[in-house]
């Protein structure tokens, strides 16, 4: 029989018997719906990290000298101890790197601390992050300036009191009116602004553009740090080949700089953005390891039902399926009508579980800060899955109604 | 004379349910020619199910030989039986046996999906089916909208669709008013006429008395076989051992 007989035949046999067809499948809908929730968040976060989360916190070919990791999850608590016992970074530090280097490479300290800005109309902005940083800061990463300009070398030496808001900063306390030559206060400190920052976006939920970035001399660097201490020197090498010379080079001027003998261990961290990725990478694999593994639990389950309800409706139909035989269907026409209704059966879950998961990974990306990306090879495969899973199942039913008996097919009520 | 359309010999059917061999069918010959209409008869027991399955090719002689429009039917497979009925034999039922959510034109058109016919044509050759049992203006409805009489007429006119060798009917008015009944039995004396074969299994003597040779089996065995109330080819109580010293 041709296979579009059988799958018109499935349809008219679902339509016929909706609700027990849609019990027949729930295992199925239920198992894909996870699997593509779960799968669109985890992938809609790993195209975040790469692509956003990395970028923003570290930025592109950058490498970032700190006193302990940023992304560091051990719980271990000697680990921690002994980052407290490292040396903090100084200006001093970066100065020596700047001279010292032997690739050309941008170098800028970076200090951040959290608090509120105030308008010269009596505007409070909380929560805004402030940053103490050198003029190169803006080219490492990457931050274009939407109005005004951003700071100078000279400035930042002299320690000017100027600042660049984020764009959240700047609507917030001006709302319409023009930022540029206005002034903030943070704290007692005046600062006088001179540029707005393109809008970047959030990170978890966390608006980047609620910030403010002043030169790392200016009265900034006090508010934020200890007086010569940073909490980051950023560096970027000129040419991107060069990054992993560039990086030798660093830990040889810090060890010389916190004169470690040749077998302690480095007291001070160099990251790049591809590094802190490894945390999550490790993360996502145990996800999609284990998140598939407890929907194929949830598929197997849902394939039993199927089978079942297939036994079930075999049973009922033998005197048609007798009929059948009778007007010359053969064993093999038989199996493949049992076997593509399973299957029909268990793609329709699949497709609804995909299309309630699509909704579901939406649900979540919409009232969590967690993203959502649409994963294709997922959705196939879970096309694929309730298309297997529906012929497994249907494998044992399509068997024992090809072997029945006409005669006694015929006979049955 | 051409080959008959059935020819049977010393046919044994054996079934064995638990310790016991019941032996339905105790040796039977049988020839139907060509354009026979043959009633064939019995009580309850007499085996008359049994010879209707293997006549129908629904079922495998336990010994004995078959040929149905000169194919050897017995040691066939599965398939092979069934690319046989769906050729070879129209079957028409007590109960109609319509698929319930299919309709008429679709339940008429079954065969000739087993067959292998491209979908255009068997829609032509159901719709002209139809027509000719009377059913032109019902090819959309379902059994359930059909009354019995035009039910069964759905039935007949799927049994003919492939042009079978046989129709096979079994007890075809058994659920039908008399007056219905008539009706499908002046329809088959209309198939008759125009050289259809035609085997009816009844237990009604009107009924069989339309057709115009009536077998009658007792204990497994034709009793009797009576053609325009005269003494048949198979004779009453014959046997292989009869055959055989006739043959010799």
Same mark, same amino acid.
């Given at each position: 029989?041709?296979?579009?007989?059988?799958?018109?035949?499935?349809?008219?046999?679902?339509?016929?018997?909706?609700?027990?067809?849609?019990?027949?499948?729930?295992?199925? +809908?239920?198992?894909?719906?996870?699997?593509?929730?779960?799968?669109?968040?985890?992938?809609?976060?790993?195209?975040?990290?790469?692509?956003?989360?990395?970028?923003?916190?570290?930025?592109?070919?950058?490498?970032?000298?700190?006193?302990?990791?940023?992304?560091?999850?051990?719980?271990?608590?000697?680990?921690?101890?002994?980052?407290?016992?490292?040396?903090?970074?100084?200006?001093?530090?970066?100065?020596?790197?700047?001279?010292?280097?032997?690739?050309?490479?941008?170098?800028?300290?970076?200090?951040?601390?959290?608090?509120?800005?105030?308008?010269?109309?009596?505007?409070?902005?909380?929560?805004?992050?402030?940053?103490?940083?050198?003029?190169?800061?803006?080219?490492?990463?990457?931050?274009?300036?939407?109005?005004?300009?951003?700071?100078?070398?000279?400035?930042?030496?002299?320690?000017?009191?100027?600042?660049?808001?984020?764009?959240?900063?700047?609507?917030?306390?001006?709302?319409?009116?023009?930022?540029?030559?206005?002034?903030?206060?943070?704290? $007692? &400190?005046?600062?006088?602004?001179?540029?707005?920052?393109?809008?970047?976006?959030?990170?978890?939920?966390?608006?980047?553009?609620?910030?403010? +970035?002043?030169?790392?001399?200016?009265?900034?660097?006090?508010?934020?740090?200890?007086?010569?201490?940073?909490?980051?020197?950023?560096?970027?090498?000129? &040419?991107?080949? $060069?990054?992993?010379?560039?990086?030798?080079?660093?830990?040889?001027?810090?060890?010389?700089?916190?004169?470690?003998?040749?077998?302690?261990?480095?007291?001070?961290?160099?990251?790049?953005?591809?590094?802190?990725?490894?945390?999550?990478?490790?993360?996502?694999?145990?996800?999609?390891?284990?998140?598939?593994?407890?929907?194929?639990?949830?598929?197997?389950?849902?394939?039993?039902?199927?089978?079942?309800?297939?036994?079930?409706?075999?049973?009922?139909?033998?005197?048609?399926?007798?009929?059948?035989?009778?007007?010359?269907?053969?064993?093999?026409? +038989?199996?493949?009508?049992?076997?593509?209704?399973?299957?029909?059966?268990?793609?329709?879950?699949?497709?609804?579980?995909?299309?309630?998961?699509?909704?579901?990974? $939406?649900?979540?990306?919409?009232?969590?800060?967690?993203?959502?990306?649409?994963?294709?090879?997922? +959705?196939?495969?879970?096309?694929?899955?309730?298309?297997?899973?529906?012929?497994?199942?249907?494998?044992?039913?399509?068997?024992?109604?090809?072997?029945?008996?006409?005669?006694?097919?015929?006979?049955?009520? | 004379?051409?080959?008959?359309?059935?020819?049977?010999?010393?046919?044994?059917?054996?079934?064995?349910?638990?310790?016991?061999?019941?032996?339905?069918?105790?040796?039977?010959?049988?020839?139907?020619?060509?354009?026979?209409?043959?009633?064939?008869?019995?009580?309850?027991?007499?085996?008359?199910?049994?010879?209707?399955?293997?006549?129908?090719?629904?079922?495998?002689?336990?010994?004995?030989?078959?040929?149905?429009?000169?194919?050897?039917?017995?040691?066939?497979?599965?398939?092979?039986?069934?690319?046989?009925?769906?050729?070879?034999?129209?079957?028409?039922?007590?109960?109609?046996?319509?698929?319930?959510?299919?309709?008429?034109?679709?339940?008429?058109?079954?065969?000739?999906?087993?067959?292998?016919?491209?979908?255009?044509?068997?829609?032509?050759?159901?719709?002209?089916?139809?027509?000719?049992?009377?059913?032109?203006?019902?090819?959309?409805?379902?059994?359930?909208?059909?009354?019995?009489?035009?039910?069964?007429?759905?039935?007949?006119?799927?049994?003919?669709?492939?042009?079978?060798?046989?129709?096979?009917?079994?007890?075809?008015?058994?659920?039908?008013?008399?007056?219905?009944?008539?009706?499908?039995?002046?329809?088959?004396?209309?198939?008759?006429?125009?050289?259809?074969?035609?085997?009816?299994?009844?237990?009604?003597?009107?009924?069989?008395?339309?057709?115009?040779?009536?077998?009658?089996?007792?204990?497994?065995?034709?009793?009797?076989?009576?053609?325009?109330?005269?003494?048949?080819?198979?004779?009453?109580?014959?046997?292989?051992?009869?055959?055989?010293?006739?043959?010799?």
């Amino acid at each position: 029989m041709l296979l579009r007989e059988g799958v018109v035949l499935a349809l008219n046999q679902i339509r016929a018997q909706k609700l027990k067809s849609f019990f027949a499948v729930l295992g199925v +809908i239920i198992g894909v719906m996870f699997l593509i929730t779960v799968v669109s968040v985890v992938e809609g976060m790993n195209k975040y990290m790469e692509e956003d989360f990395a970028r923003k916190i570290y930025g592109l070919n950058t490498l970032t000298l700190t006193r302990r990791p940023n992304m560091d999850f051990s719980s271990d608590p000697d680990v921690w101890r002994t980052y407290q016992r490292r040396p903090r970074l100084t200006f001093k530090d970066a100065d020596a790197l700047r001279a010292e280097l032997d690739y050309p490479a941008l170098v800028a300290v970076e200090s951040g601390a959290g608090g509120t800005l105030r308008s010269d109309r009596g505007v409070e902005v909380t929560n805004v992050q402030f940053t103490g940083a050198s003029a190169d800061f803006f080219r490492i990463r990457d931050l274009d300036i939407e109005r005004g300009r951003g700071f100078t070398g000279p400035e930042d030496r002299a320690g000017v009191p100027v600042v660049v808001l984020g764009s959240e900063a700047a609507d917030k306390l001006f709302g319409a009116l023009d930022p540029l030559g206005r002034v903030v206060k943070i704290g $007692n &400190d005046p600062f006088r602004v001179i540029g707005v920052l393109k809008k970047q976006g959030s990170l978890f939920g966390f608006s980047m553009d609620n910030r403010a +970035i002043a030169p790392s001399h200016s009265a900034m660097g006090r508010i934020v740090n200890p007086r010569g201490v940073v909490d980051n020197i950023l560096v970027r090498p000129v &040419d991107p080949e $060069n990054i992993e010379s560039v990086k030798l080079g660093m830990q040889a001027v810090m060890r010389v700089r916190n004169q470690l003998r040749p077998m302690e261990q480095d007291n001070f961290s160099i990251e790049t953005a591809e590094e802190s990725l490894g945390f999550w990478k490790r993360i996502q694999k145990i996800l999609l390891i284990a998140f598939p593994g407890l929907v194929s639990i949830a598929l197997v389950v849902g394939g039993i039902v199927i089978m079942n309800i297939m036994l079930v409706s075999v049973t009922e139909r033998t005197r048609e399926i007798g009929l059948r035989k009778a007007l010359g269907a053969r064993r093999q026409d +038989i199996h493949i009508q049992v076997l593509v209704e399973s299957a029909t059966l268990s793609l329709m879950g699949a497709v609804i579980g995909i299309i309630l998961g699509l909704i579901g990974a $939406n649900i979540v990306a919409a009232v969590s800060p967690l993203p959502a990306a649409i994963a294709p090879v997922w +959705i196939v495969a879970s096309v694929v899955m309730g298309g297997g899973v529906g012929i497994v199942a249907g494998l044992y039913p399509a068997a024992k109604a090809a072997k029945l008996d006409p005669v006694v097919a015929l006979r049955a009520e | 004379m051409s080959d008959p359309i059935i020819r049977i010999e010393r046919m044994r059917k054996d079934y064995v349910i638990g310790s016991e061999t019941v032996r339905a069918l105790r040796g039977v010959d049988l020839r139907v020619e060509r354009n026979e209409y043959v009633a064939i008869m019995g009580p309850s027991g007499s085996g008359k199910s049994t010879l209707m399955n293997l006549i129908g090719c629904l079922d495998t002689p336990s010994a004995g030989e078959y040929w149905l429009n000169s194919q050897a039917v017995a040691g066939k497979d599965d398939d092979e039986l069934a690319h046989i009925r769906n050729r070879e034999i129209g079957f028409v039922f007590q109960t109609f046996n319509l698929l319930p959510r299919a309709t008429s034109l679709h339940n008429v058109e079954l065969p000739l999906v087993y067959g292998g016919v491209p979908s255009r044509e068997r829609r032509q050759r159901a719709e002209t089916m139809l027509e000719k049992v009377g059913l032109g203006d019902r090819m959309k409805h379902k059994p359930s909208e059909l009354s019995g009489g035009q039910r069964q007429r759905v039935a007949i006119a799927r049994a003919l669709i492939n042009s079978p060798a046989i129709l096979l009917a079994d007890e075809p008015t058994g659920n039908l008013d008399s007056q219905t009944g008539n009706e499908i039995m002046a329809l088959f004396d209309e198939l008759h006429a125009i050289g259809q074969t035609i085997i009816l299994v009844t237990h009604e003597h009107d009924i069989a008395e339309r057709a115009h040779r009536t077998v009658t089996l007792r204990d497994g065995i034709i009793a009797s076989d009576i053609v325009g109330g005269t003494v048949g080819y198979a004779r009453a109580a014959s046997s292989a051992s009869d055959l055989t010293a006739a043959g010799a």
